[in-house]
């Protein structure tokens, strides 16, 4: 009698065994499904990016967008558009934006620079470290300058888990409308220009000296992209899911 129980109770467990079983499969399965769809579409982006670098940076240089043009200025069509832009710079407003490069951690130097029609764009001067001074002065930045670089777009709010603080003047992102309310400033374009002509930074760069402070130039141009293999990867696992989830169904189908 003891027995027959025992086997009615296995009996009576095994379907709910085998659901909490599917259940989980499917979790799984859907999850790796997922995160291999999201990288066929990081795919597309990062490709969609490269294009578009690609096809800007090297283009002769164009005239900033003016006022007129600002509410078109958008990320798929102005972003590392190469331009160039001339008139006073005002670097009694520089601010140093927080920033990791290949020369190692330190600051961009952001300064405004005034059109001869009154409209200011920010100008990403370049790396500057940690310690180091900035060698312009009001005295040396008397006349009408030209900047050649790239469009860049606003980075909103600050760095991750880093908020940009105003009030304590540190800066986590190249927030153009938050620097330009900090500072006062009227009439600015919602973009910046990182200055200079992208270096090769596959290559060491060395031998800078306080002279040749700021350094230009170091705009990254050159995106990693293994969005391909990630995808390949995830949708692997899900198949892989998917088939132990079958043999094993079949297994305890011919065990019944």
């Known amino acids: 009698m003891n027995d027959v129980s025992k086997t009615h109770s296995s009996r009576a467990h095994n379907p709910l ?40 940076v090297d283009a002769p240089p164009v005239d900033a967008p003016v006022a007129p043009e600002w509410p078109t200025v958008a ?16 670097p009694q407003y520089t601010t140093r934006v927080q920033a990791t490069t290949v020369l190692g951690a330190g600051h961009w130097l952001l300064t405004p620079l005034r059109r001869a029609n009154g409209e200011i764009v920010w100008i990403n001067r370049g790396y500057i470290p940690v310690n180091e001074a900035d060698p ?11 900047v050649l670089g790239l469009l860049r777009i606003s ?35 919602p973009y910046f220009i990182d200055a200079g002509t992208p270096r090769n930074l596959g290559e060491e760069i060395t ?12 705009t990254v ?31 305890q189908n011919a065990q019944a």
């Open 221 to 251: 141009i050159k995106f990693h992209n293994s969005h391909l293999v990630y995808a390949f990867t995830w949708y692997a696992l899900a198949l892989m899911v998917a088939g132990i989830t079958v043999w094993l169904n079949r297994k």
């Open 136 to 146: 312009m002065t009001v005295q040396n930045t008397q006349g009408q300058f030209q």
């Open 155 to 189: 980075e909103a709010g600050g760095a991750f888990l880093r908020k940009n603080d105003p009030a304590g003047n540190r800066w986590y992102s190249r927030d153009i409308q938050a620097l330009s309310q900090h500072h006062k400033l009227q009439t600015v374009a």
């Open 207 to 218: 031998g800078f000296t306080p002279k040749t402070y700021p350094v230009d130039g170091l």
């Open 75 to 90: 990320r798929d069509t102005h972003e590392y558009l190469s331009v160039k832009v001339q008139g006073e710079l005002l």
């Open 17 to 56: 065994k085998r659901l909490l079983g599917f259940a989980l499969a499917a979790f799984f399965f859907s999850t790796f499904l997922a995160l291999g769809t999201w990288q066929v579409y990081r795919l597309d982006y990062k490709l969609d990016l490269i294009d578009r670098v690609e096809s800007r």
